[in-house]
């Protein structure tokens, strides 16, 4: 169990509200990215901003279990009709490229990293990023969970995210028992479910609504794990 | 008060040079060249050069069917070389207690491509295929269910800087005490998409990759896996230092002037308690472009321009994903297999004709070594698309000699 976990500040992207808060990338950055990648950085973005913390100093974390489903669909497209690859839709096509923008679009020379982990890939996002905090570096973490609903034909094997979503957590490590603060927890393998999950709920925002409303402890079993946080 | 010790007790790989340790070091140690040859299967209408895993591979049992691809056959192939030392792990350890973190760029994207195909001339999915052979975190489940290990289990991909990130995480699961081991390390595989993007970006040189050369013009994709178990412990070959930093510069184009790379190996020798003088040696990215060998030298100069340097793209080609974990494994087998109280250094491939443009690197020749001391200390760069930068120290314990 890790203790004394701080969550600074948050932001999210929902499909009514988040456009708005696109025009704090330029322009001309704006074009380059995939949808995936604009809806990470602007939500990043808005956490910063809210938490009047300049968008170069955190690290970050990017959880995200598809990647640019949407870009490697282009591709492969282009790949059967004997086109020649585009160099930008295969740049934009790694599975990190929203975080690479992210540096771009913030001057931000932080150490990034892009965790996958299936169903349960906002938790090991998470886990990542309270690791990330215990090294010596004392810059906080900001954890962007994110993923879009697969495209065809993929769309119709991969199912579990129903729409696009966007979660930043700026996270530290409180040096002791503060007010606010509240531990994290992985127990070991459950023994009740088998595969993934296929729910409407996303877990990123369980967790948020959970920190923000909630009291006791918050358990998700994903990925044939239980994960806990207590306040 | 001491520092708690992470050290790599065992490593497999696969790469073009071969299938197992011992052949792959004895290749490198000559400088071999000839696993990067050219193949017809990646770009249209044409050979292109890379460095294929060659020769029959372990099939995968039956039971994890679902996760059959190029990635995870090579992932195989690595595990079988540490089996042992995992199945003894795993009892003293107990199975819950070990975690997976790899690093991979392609997943199983060969399979992915194929299927895409089928589905597009059918309307109907191959029945073989499933979508854990192509998303990211399939490689390190797959792992997890053929070692039967139920630790934390992801994937860590930010492309050529995947698998030298994972040493980081990796740690940071024994630090806290999630973990008693770790099976550390990466798997990337050929594909159609990663050629014939770096294809388009025109990266892709025609001939063995050239690296640090005047006449470099590109690289060969490589393909391979490499896979460590990490456990805490301080002797043998120590993980001493990562150090991670981003470019803030263009999306698949490095600084030019080598300020990321600089930042994450000076990262690294922090993170380590080391002063640059204390390395020994440097595995370079050295890719074998234009620009990453430009920015490399620049920044390599500033902290190690005495330093024996190189990279073994001349012979392994580019494994991407792999390329972290790959790299930091020929320094592991450097540091492990002294003969007769010298460490042997993986050579430069090149052709000898410097870049006068750029700073001096002391490039190592085939057969050139180093004394046997304890402590003896190696860096290994990454640096991946999206500027993303990695750069990963280990060490000979102190009181192995």
Known sequence: MISNLRLLQWATWTVEQGPSMLSDIAPLLRRRMSPLARMVVATGLECCRKAELSPTEPRVVFACRHGEMGVTVDLLRQMAAGETLSPTGFSNSVHHAAVGYWSLATGNRQAMRAVAGGDASFCYGFLDAIGMLGEADQSPVLLIAADEPVPPPFGEIATDVKTPFAVALLLERASMNEAQSFSFDMGGRAEKPSGDTDSTEIPAMNFLQWHLKGEGSLELVLAQRIWRWSK | MKRQGFALTALGLANALGQDKATIWERVKKGDQSGLALEADYLPKRLVRVGKVSGQWPSLPESLARYACRNNALTLCAYRQIEKEVRNAIEKYGAARIGIVMGSSTSGMDATENAFITHSETGQWPPAFDY??????????????????????????????????????????????????????????????????????????????????????????????????????????????????????????????????????????????????????????????????????????????????????????????????????????????????????????????????????????????????????????????????????????????
């Open chain 2, 132 to 401: 854990k052979q192509h998303e990211m975190g399939g490689v390190s489940e797959f792992l997890a269910e053929l070692a039967q290990v139920a630790g934390p289990t992801y994937t860590l991909s930010t492309a050529c800087s995947s698998s030298a990130k994972v040493f980081a995480a990796a740690r940071a699961l024994l630090r806290d005490g999630w973990c008693d081991a770790v099976l550390v390390g990466g798997a990337d595989s050929l594909c159609r998409l990663t050629l014939q993007g770096f294809s388009a970006l025109e990266a892709l040189s025609e001939n063995p990759c050239n690296s640090m050369s005047r006449n470099r013009d590109g690289f060969n994709i490589g393909e391979g896996a490499a896979l460590f178990l990490m456990e805490r412990s301080d002797g043998g070959i120590q993980l001493a230092g990562v150090g991670e930093s981003s470019d803030a510069h263009h999306i698949s184009a490095p600084d030019p002037e080598g300020q990321g790379a600089t930042v994450s190996m000076q990262a690294a020798l922090r993170d380590a308690g080391l002063a640059a003088a204390a390395i020994a040696y440097v595995h370079l990215h050295g890719t074998g472009t234009p620009l990453n060998d430009q920015m490399e030298s620049r920044a390599v100069a500033r902290l190690f321009a005495q330093t024996p340097a190189s990279s073994s793209k001349g012979m392994l080609g580019h494994t991407l994903g792999a390329a972290g974990a790959m790299n930091v494994g020929l320094c592991w087998l450097a540091l492990s297999n002294p003969e007769s109280g010298r460490v042997v250094l993986p050579p430069n491939c090149w052709d000898g004709w410097a870049d006068e443009t750029l700073p001096p690197l002391a490039l190592v020749s085939c057969g050139q070594s180093l004394e046997l001391k304890s402590g003896l200390a190696f860096l290994s760069n990454s640096f991946g698309f999206g500027g993303s930068n990695c750069s990963v120290i280990i060490q000979r314990a102190m009181d192995i000699r």
